[in-house]
């Protein structure tokens, strides 16, 4: 992926964007490798997942609540890696969230 000269397009991240994300990650800890082949480099994608909250089991029920996360993925195997924005202080408009230790 390029530096500098990225653009943010349609809605995708921009470079700027990634590289909070990675800073904040940094920040909590997040500084293991790969925990699949041991790699010690990573893209942050240009978007988010947000997985939809489910209450029953055998129940598919879409636009309720979510876990929107950051998402991490190992350039040597491909590993992905899901971190929620909300435990990084990410959430747009959100309180910050509260102490942890
Ligand atoms: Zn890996």
């Known amino acids: 992926m390029s530096e500098d000269t990225e653009r943010p397009q349609q809605g995708k991240l921009s470079q700027q964007e990634r590289d909070r994300i990675g800073a904040r990650l940094l920040e909590h800890g997040a500084r293991l490798p790969c925990p699949r082949c041991g790699g010690t480099h990573f893209v942050i994608a240009e978007g988010y997942f947000s997985h939809p909250l ?5 129940q598919l029920v879409l636009g309720g609540q979510t876990i929107p996360c950051a998402i991490v993925v190992c350039t040597k195997c491909g590993f992905i ?3 929620a924005l909300g435990i990084l202080d990410l959430m747009p408009g959100e309180e910050p969230a509260r102490e942890r230790k």
């Open 54 to 58: 489910q209450f029953k089991v055998g």
């Open 81 to 83: 890696s899901q971190h």
